[in-house]
């Protein structure tokens, strides 16, 4: 048993169901059956009560679900309080993919002259997990893309950005010099995988589709993915401006789309969870890139 498993348990037994569960811990739902599985041969009982329409808690789940509850809180209060204790001076700074090609760069320009006692661990994640490992802790800071599901997330605007088309060069709308969104609304179109929530929603324009339902062709954890099934003919799908000089491929069109909202690249944080030299790192970022912070 370890504090992982406990947390798939803690996740399921508040969902109650494996979907939202997996998409809430950013794991696949076999990953998560088989953990609860296993957790349940380490203890010897069941936990839960599972049909092809539900998934309850057993009186044994029941009654341990606060327990597990208060462990965890326990352990995550140790965690912060040490963290605050204790000036350490390893920050860990996630990036989504694609923000990382220069505007990563360009915000730690300098940063082991600035602050040489900080440590920076800089690591990539793809659009699975598009809060960049803040949601679960596994990050203090974050360069990403809203909008992410993190509570109590504070955040920097760093770039602003306009909203393009990804089209197969073969595509009837390929050589059009601008786009409406309502154009494309019916077409087949490459999205991220579930797991990003209502990120994925955003990228797939749910706002402008009146609840109708995309006609999703397949999903994509990366913009080389997105990419390669787009130049293939099996979609297309809805990016930014900087991938049109990132990641333009043979086969594939860029084109504008005239009537979308700004999309915006931040530095994002948890302000309860800063250790001193992640808070520090943070204010140096946003004096520099002198973005507007947003609640």
Same mark, same amino acid.
């Given at each position: ?21 997996? @998409? ?5 739902? $076999?990953? /998560? ?13 069941? /936990? ?15 009654? &341990?679900? !606060? ?60 659009? =699975? +997990? ?5 949601? =679960? ?13 993190? $509570? +109590? ?29 309502? @154009?494309?609304?019916?077409? !087949? ?9 209502? &990120?994925? @929603?955003?990228?797939?324009?749910? +706002?402008?589709?009146?609840?109708? @339902? ?62 001193? !030299? ?14 507007? $912070?947003?609640?």
């Amino acid at each position: 048993m370890n504090l992982r498993s406990l947390r798939y348990f803690e996740a399921l037994g508040t969902e109650l169901n494996y979907r939202r569960a997996a @998409e809430k811990l950013f794991i696949t739902q $076999p990953a /998560l059956s088989a953990a609860i599985q296993n957790l349940e041969r380490v203890i010897g009982d069941r /936990l839960f009560d599972r049909d092809t329409r539900s998934v309850s808690l057993t009186a044994t789940g029941r009654e &341990w679900l !606060p327990h597990v509850r208060s462990a965890l809180a326990g352990v995550d209060a140790a965690l912060e309080a040490v963290a605050l204790l204790v000036d350490y001076g390893h920050v860990r700074l996630g990036y989504l993919i694609g923000t990382g090609a220069d505007l990563l760069f360009q915000l730690l320009d300098g940063i082991e002259t600035v602050f040489p006692d900080i440590t920076v661990e800089t690591i990539e994640y793809d659009f =699975s +997990d598009p809060t960049a490992g803040l949601a =679960s802790g596994a990050t203090d800071i974050a360069l990403l893309r809203p909008p992410v599901d993190v $509570p +109590d997330m504070q955040l920097a605007i760093v770039a602003e950005e306009s909203w393009v088309a990804c089209l197969p060069r073969s595509h009837r709308l390929a050589g059009r010099e601008e786009l409406r969104i309502e @154009e494309l609304l019916d077409e !087949p179109i490459v999205v991220a995988p579930k797991s990003a929530g209502k &990120w994925r @929603e955003y990228w797939y324009a749910a +706002d402008a589709r009146g609840g109708k @339902e995309p006609q999703i062709a397949a999903e994509a954890a990366t913009y080389e993915a997105e990419a390669t099934l787009v130049s293939r003919g099996v979609g297309l799908s809805f990016t930014t401006s900087s991938m049109v000089r990132l990641y333009d491929r043979p086969g594939i069109q860029f084109v504008p789309i005239i009537d979308r909202p700004v999309s915006y690249t931040a530095i994002a944080w948890r302000p309860e969870r800063l250790t001193t !030299p992640a808070r520090r790192l943070v204010e140096h970022m946003v004096s520099t890139s002198r973005p507007e $912070p947003r609640d």
